[in-house]
Each structure stands twice: as C-alpha cells, then as structure tokens.
C-alpha cells in the first residue's frame, strides 16, 4: 500500500491513484454544495495588494469540485474569476511561438501516435543540420523568435548529441534581422546527464506531456518501447529539475482518459514540484487528440467537447495562477478565440507539424506526408497576429524572461510584484514592433502600430515609458533589435 506524498519522488506516490479517486468522489459528492464553491472561488477570486495581485491558487480537491459542477451560474464565475486572474497576471499579452519537427523516427509504439514504430505507411524522416537552418530560416522570415522543437524517440537515429547540434545550430542562424532567442524542447524523457546537457544548451523550457496520468491506461497505451515505462516518463520532470532545468513544461494529451482524472493528476504534477523543489510547472499545455496518419480519434472513447475544454481551461488558470497555459494549431480559431479568454497566455502560430514542413512551402503550400496530426489552425503567423490584436491581445516575441535569468521561481515573483507592466508590457510592445517592422504586412502593421501607440500609455513608470518608446524609434529608424528589460 503506497500513501500519497506529494513530496515523493517517486510517481505512484506524487500521482497516487487512491487520492484521485478520493478527489473524483469528494468533488462529486460536493459538486452542488454552494457555501463549499462560494469559499472556494473567494479564495479563487485575485485581489489587490499594494504592490500587485495575488491569487491563492486552488488544490487538486478544490479545483476538482470547481470542475465537476455543472450550474451554469458557478460555471460563468469561473470564467469571469480565470479571465480577470489572466489580465491580472499577464495583462492581454499572448505570446508566441511554433513548433519545429526534427524527426519522426520513434521506436515507441504510443497507440495514438502517428510516429509510432509500426506505422509504415509514414515515411520516415530526419533533417540534416542543413535542413535545419533553413527550416530557422523559414521560419525568421515569418517573424518567429521561440521555437518548440519536437522529436520522436530513437537512440539511434536522434540521440541527445543530434538534438544539442540542431539546438546549436538554431541558435547559430542570423537571417536579415531574424534570430531566435528561444528554443523549447520537447522530447522523450531522458536521464539527469541528459537534461544537464540540454540546459547548458541554452534550453527555455523542457516540455513533456505525461499524455495520461492513469497508469493501466497508460501501460496500455503505451505497449511497446522505453516510453512504456510510467514511472520513468512521470518522475521525468523531477530529473530536469535535478539536471538544472527550472522551466517545465506539463501537459496531458486530452480524450485518452476520463478528464476528471487526468485534470486532478495534472494539479497533483504541479504541486509535486512546487514541494519537491521549490518552483511549479512555468507551463501547462492542453493538447486534445487529433486525427492523423494511421490514427482514428473516435476509435478513442474519452473525446471531449468543446465546453468541456473551455472548463478545463477555465479550471487550470484559476488553480495555478503563476503558471502559463499553452494552446497549439490542433484547436481552430474558435475555441482558440475562446480560450483566450479563459487563462491561455502562449499560442502557436503558422504551425508545421511535418518534418521540414516550413522552407520551400508557400503559406498555402502544406505537406502533409510526415505530419503528426492535423492543423486546425491553418492561418499564417501574420494572420494570427493580427487576429490577437484585432481582439484586444498584445501578440508578444518575447524572450527577454529566461535570457535575463527570470526563469522557475525568479519569474514566478516577477509575476506576484506586478512588475509585469514595468516589465513584460513594453517587452511585448518592443517585440511587436520589431515584427511590425521586419515581418507584418502593411495592414497588420497598421493595426499593430495603432496598438504600439495605445498600449504604451498603460506603462505606469514615467522612465520605462521613455525608454520603450526611445527604443521603439530605434527600431523603425535602424536595423537595431533586441530590446529588453
Ligand atoms: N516523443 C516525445 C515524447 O514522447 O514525449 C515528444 C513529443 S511528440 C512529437 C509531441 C506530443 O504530440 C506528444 O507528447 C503527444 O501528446 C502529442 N500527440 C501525439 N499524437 C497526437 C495526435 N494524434 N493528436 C494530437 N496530439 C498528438
């Protein structure tokens, strides 16, 4: 018999089945209890200091009863509490990034998978480092400054040492005006070397979706190859951590196990790290299971419907407030729209999920051969950028946070000082503006300087104003870029 100890490091007993349980059937059981979900949105509910906002959080047994009810009423509360604890946290900014695929070689067998090795329909592929920089190439003259690299897990054909060469080389490639500033990483989890050798890479964040945290669920979805292994793949974050790694990155790969579950098991992750080493997770993403090469999402019985999702969503950001909520391509304009409004700060943007998908191709040119899963998202980062502002949101290139050693804690109390508007504001306004200048078409740039204009009212520091606006000048007279505070 294993206890629930979120100060474990080990998964059977941070990600204790038993307490879940506890947690669906407390959560149930309390899901029309109004006194009960009216202290818990009180505690929810962000509220003002002198020298920011502070939001308590919520617990896994708290945030679960949120979850569970269904009165549309507490559901609006919700929303309304997530969306103000997203404008006081990160204020409308949205920042952005793609995703760049490496190789689809994978000796996993991860049942929903495209990659998986028994698929032989896909054709099998790993860019040179020659690819590489043009695939950074394509993807600086859209505009792009922080990338997510992606790989399938092979010893042989993408070992560490091929993953740290195309991280050298991504940062390595200066395109007209173009660089990138950040590279994430999401690949297979490895060993605490491994993870020391990523960091000392110059990696953002270290992103690895647990894809379930239900553990027969897992072994089953996962039958074959190093990835079978649940206890390994869930104490992953743990080794990054101890590998130097702060910045983290969760997720779970929704409609392959009952929600519920996996929500609880991805609060219970978070809380893991934050009493095990100080720092919760700098991300969560929320991938929902997608159609793709050899994969039928409705052969899977766990799909969840769009306002579903929005709850989940909704639920996450109210729980942990310092954390950034991640939304990709694989959602369409719509719920993305939506979801804006519910607590997503970070959004992809002209998404390739093909290896070698972005050099070569117009914007309307897309491959399709070695994808992963369907984009649904299909518009270009211009498009995208100019949606965000034409619905109030700051599209930001920032990097300035983890170059600046703001990473793990250090971000987390930037956040808690409300020093985002002295910070992170003109930080969004500067990036933009590099973009309006290098990238946007002339509509986009309309729209986006008009913004600029606005939005630098809103810098509460007579001197950060000065600055970021000394700067912005800088930017459209000269070839002068990379402004931070
Ligand atoms: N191989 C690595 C691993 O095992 O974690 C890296 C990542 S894989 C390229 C990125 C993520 O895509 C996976 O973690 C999974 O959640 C997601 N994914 C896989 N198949 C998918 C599908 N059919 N629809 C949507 N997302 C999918």
Same mark, same amino acid.
């Given at each position: 018999m294993t206890t629930y100890n979120p100060r474990s490091l080990k998964a059977e007993e941070f990600i204790h089945d038993g307490e879940i349980r506890d947690t669906l059937a407390?959560?149930?059981?309390?899901?029309?209890?109004?006194?009960?979900?009216?202290?818990?949105?009180?505690?929810?509910?962000?509220?003002?200091?002198?020298?920011?906002?502070?939001?308590?959080?919520?617990?896994?047994?708290?945030?679960?009863?949120?979850l569970a009810c269904e009165d549309p009423e507490v559901i609006e509360r919700i929303y309304k509490i997530a969306e103000e604890i997203k404008l006081a946290y990160y204020g409308?900014?949205?920042?952005?990034?793609?995703?760049l695929y490496l190789s689809n070689y994978c000796v996993n067998g991860c049942v929903y998978c495209p990659y998986h090795l028994k698929n032989k329909t896909?054709?099998?592929?790993?860019?040179?480092?020659?690819?590489?920089?043009?695939?950074?190439?394509?993807?600086?003259?859209?505009?792009?400054?922080?990338?997510?690299?992606?790989?399938?897990?092979?010893?042989?054909?993408?070992?560490?040492?091929?993953?740290?060469?195309?991280?050298?080389?991504?940062?390595?490639?200066?395109?007209?005006?173009?660089?990138?500033?950040?590279?994430?990483?999401?690949?297979?989890?490895?060993?605490?070397?491994?993870?020391?050798k990523l960091k000392d890479a110059g990696i953002g964040t270290y992103i690895l979706f647990q894809e379930t945290y239900h553990k027969e669920s897992?072994?089953?979805?996962?039958?074959?190859?190093?990835?079978?292994?649940?206890?390994?793949?869930?104490e992953a974050m743990d080794r990054a951590m101890q590998g130097g790694i702060d910045d983290v990155g969760l997720g779970v790969l929704f409609g392959l196990e009952l929600y519920k579950y996996e929500f609880a098991g991805l609060l219970m992750h978070a809380e893991h790290l934050e009493a095990a080493h100080g720092v919760g997770p700098h991300t969560i993403s929320v991938p929902r299971l997608k159609r793709a090469d050899d994969i039928d999402p409705d052969e899977f019985d766990n799909g969840i419907s769009d306002d579903i999702f929005a709850k989940i969503i909704a639920c996450i950001r109210i729980a942990v407030p310092y954390t950034g909520i991640i939304i990709s391509t694989r959602e369409n304009e719509a719920v993305r729209s939506r979801a804006l409004h519910l607590g997503v700060s970070q959004v992809s943007g002209g998404s390739r999920t093909s290896v070698g998908g972005y050099a070569g191709?117009?914007?309307?040119?897309?491959?399709?051969?070695?994808?992963?899963?369907?984009?649904?998202?299909?518009?270009?980062?211009?498009?995208?950028?100019r949606w965000l502002m034409e619905n109030g949101h700051i599209p930001s290139f920032c990097t300035a946070?983890?170059?600046?050693?703001?990473? @793990?804690?250090?971000?987390?109390?930037?956040?808690?000082? @409300?020093?985002?508007?002295?910070?992170?504001?003109?930080?969004?306004?500067?990036?933009?503006?590099?973009?309006?200048?290098?990238?946007?078409?002339?509509?986009?740039?309309?729209? @986006?300087y008009r913004m600029v204009e606005k939005e630098l009212d809103r810098i509460p520091k007579e001197k950060v104003r000065q600055i970021a606006e000394d700067n912005i000048a800088a930017i459209k007279a000269s070839n002068r870029r990379d402004f931070r505070f």
């Amino acid at each position: 018999m294993t206890t629930y100890n979120p100060r474990s490091l080990k998964a059977e007993e941070f990600i204790h089945d038993g307490e879940i349980r506890d947690t669906l059937a407390y959560a149930e059981a309390n899901k029309n209890n109004r006194e009960l979900i009216d202290a818990i949105l009180e505690k929810a509910r962000p509220k003002k200091t002198e020298t920011g906002f502070v939001s308590a959080g919520l617990n896994h047994r708290e945030a679960s009863v949120l979850l569970a009810c269904e009165d549309p009423e507490v559901i609006e509360r919700i929303y309304k509490i997530a969306e103000e604890i997203k404008l006081a946290y990160y204020g409308n900014r949205i920042v952005l990034f793609a995703p760049l695929y490496l190789s689809n070689y994978c000796v996993n067998g991860c049942v929903y998978c495209p990659y998986h090795l028994k698929n032989k329909t896909i054709p099998r592929k790993k860019l040179t480092q020659e690819e590489v920089r043009r695939e950074v190439i394509a993807l600086q003259d859209m505009g792009h400054k922080r990338l997510a690299i992606e790989s399938g897990e092979d010893p042989v054909n993408s070992p560490i040492e091929y993953i740290l060469e195309c991280i050298k080389t991504i940062y390595s490639v200066h395109h007209k005006n173009g660089d990138i500033r950040r590279v994430n990483v999401n690949i297979a989890a490895t060993t605490v070397e491994n993870y020391r050798k990523l960091k000392d890479a110059g990696i953002g964040t270290y992103i690895l979706f647990q894809e379930t945290y239900h553990k027969e669920s897992y072994l089953k979805l996962h039958p074959t190859g190093p990835k079978h292994d649940y206890d390994y793949h869930t104490e992953a974050m743990d080794r990054a951590m101890q590998g130097g790694i702060d910045d983290v990155g969760l997720g779970v790969l929704f409609g392959l196990e009952l929600y519920k579950y996996e929500f609880a098991g991805l609060l219970m992750h978070a809380e893991h790290l934050e009493a095990a080493h100080g720092v919760g997770p700098h991300t969560i993403s929320v991938p929902r299971l997608k159609r793709a090469d050899d994969i039928d999402p409705d052969e899977f019985d766990n799909g969840i419907s769009d306002d579903i999702f929005a709850k989940i969503i909704a639920c996450i950001r109210i729980a942990v407030p310092y954390t950034g909520i991640i939304i990709s391509t694989r959602e369409n304009e719509a719920v993305r729209s939506r979801a804006l409004h519910l607590g997503v700060s970070q959004v992809s943007g002209g998404s390739r999920t093909s290896v070698g998908g972005y050099a070569g191709y117009s914007p309307e040119e897309r491959p399709h051969d070695t994808e992963q899963f369907d984009v649904s998202d299909q518009r270009s980062l211009d498009e995208v950028v100019r949606w965000l502002m034409e619905n109030g949101h700051i599209p930001s290139f920032c990097t300035a946070c983890y170059r600046e050693g703001r990473t @793990g804690d250090r971000f987390m109390s930037l956040c808690k000082t @409300g020093q985002i508007l002295n910070c992170c504001h003109p930080n969004a306004l500067m990036t933009l503006s590099e973009y309006l200048e290098d990238y946007a078409s002339p509509e986009t740039k309309d729209v @986006g300087y008009r913004m600029v204009e606005k939005e630098l009212d809103r810098i509460p520091k007579e001197k950060v104003r000065q600055i970021a606006e000394d700067n912005i000048a800088a930017i459209k007279a000269s070839n002068r870029r990379d402004f931070r505070f």
